[in-house]
């Protein structure tokens, strides 16, 4: 294999920051996909924040700035309800699922309780993350977000010891490593934005050792060499836990348990150079999936690995629809439970595309292999 680059990786870059930027509402936020009847109308935490921490890397200032306003105002707006989960937690009797945050919310910020699988923690430990790394990297005040930026510190020192559903919207009854890698990246990113008081930073940083204590010590699978696991107990690997790696970076590239990750999702999880979620997905016939396979190239690249990154990057570009569209997930022969696609195509129709969250990893991924600033015409952002 070679080192170089697609010559489509260009025009699909140029396409995939149109797709989000005009996509993006006038609220700030970031539909998943407009074309999808399951995710018309919704922006999801963590979808977003991982869209506009690519937006900000390739120097869309005012693109993930506009989304984080709108993460604010979506917490603001719930001070209440925040607070009450805190005092609720501090005394033992913590609230049912059906009474925390959702992570999913129309344009206008509000929620809808229609049943769908909502409490999921990831998305507030990003949006803090993806905040926070956007300052650091553009030199901008942290300030106008620093109300919410606490209350959700807050949030997630209280409850993040709790099961929730992962970030495939499964799973309710266990504790995700992802979901905790995320709120880790989360908390250790605000102890050093300056905007905590000593309390709260000193309670971000325990919760953090905790984290990383209880990945540790019950968060890895017993192999040699050892890799982080789907959740805590088991014993199988995720496509999501390479973004602990990069772009998160909770987990040190060059340790042990990074390298076992990467090679427990290139030998369990990769064929034909695209990376599935799981080994028993069946969400439509269980595919392999775009925005993974550039966070295993982010991870890759930070372990020194251009070539795999690379590999990645135009593996991710191929699957690009005729007019540069990505979808969430392509089949290609390849779907680990072919019976049960049709199911899901007839509940919802065609799978996802373009589906923001997989342009975005395209221009993360791209960015840190230098290939942003040729496509756009424009001097490497810093990432």
């Known amino acids: 294999m070679t080192n170089a680059l697609s010559p489509d990786v260009g025009s699909v870059i140029r396409h995939s920051r149109s797709v989000i930027l005009e996509a993006q509402q006038p609220s700030g ?28 890397a390739i120097g869309e200032v005012e693109s993930a700035e506009a989304f984080f306003d709108w993460c604010a105002r979506v917490v603001l707006d719930r001070r209440s309800r925040i607070e009450a989960i805190v005092a609720a937690a501090r005394v033992g009797d913590p609230l049912p699922d059906s009474q925390m945050l959702p992570t999913r919310f129309r344009f206008d910020g509000s929620s809808v309780e229609d049943g769908w699988e909502n409490f999921q923690l990831d998305g507030y430990g990003t949006w803090v993350w993806a905040a926070t790394a956007h300052a650091r990297r553009h030199h901008r005040s942290i300030d106008r977000w620093a109300g919410a930026l606490r209350l959700t510190v807050d949030y997630l020192v209280s409850s993040w010891r709790r ?28 102890a050093l934005s300056g905007v905590l008081d000593e309390v709260r930073r000193k309670s971000a940083q325990t919760v953090v050792r905790s984290i990383e204590d209880l990945i540790a010590a019950q968060g890895l699978a017993p192999e040699e060499p050892a890799h982080l696991t789907k959740w805590i107990g088991s014993t199988v690997v995720d496509g999501s836990l390479s973004a602990l790696i990069a772009p998160l970076g909770v987990v040190r590239p060059g340790s042990e348990v990074a390298r076992g990750t990467v090679a427990a999702i290139e030998s369990c999880l990769m064929a ?8 028993a997905d069946t969400f439509f016939g269980g595919g392999r999936w775009p925005l993974l396979t550039c966070f295993l190239g982010l991870a890759r690249l930070a372990q020194g690995d251009q070539k795999g990154a690379v590999e990645t990057l135009n593996w991710a570009v191929r699957q690009a629809k005729e007019n540069g569209d990505v979808p969430e997930q392509v089949d290609g022969g390849l779907l680990l439970a072919p019976d049960r696609r049709d199911a899901w ?14 342009h975005a990893m395209i221009l993360r991924l791209g960015q840190e292999l230098d290939a942003v600033g040729p496509a756009l015409g424009i001097e490497r952002g810093l990432s």
């Open 345 to 358: 195509v007839d509940r919802w129709g065609d799978v996802a595309c373009p589906l923001l969250w997989s």
């Open 29 to 56: 936020a970031y539909p998943a996909c407009e074309s999808f009847f399951a995710y018309r109308g919704f922006c999801w935490f963590r979808d977003g924040s991982f869209s506009a921490d690519a937006m900000s």
């Open 272 to 279: 034909e150079g695209g990376v599935y979620r799981f080994r």
């Open 163 to 190: 099961p929730c559903f992962d970030w495939w919207e499964e799973h309710t009854e266990a504790v995700h490593v992802s979901t905790l890698g995320c709120v880790q990246a989360g908390l250790a990113s605000a």
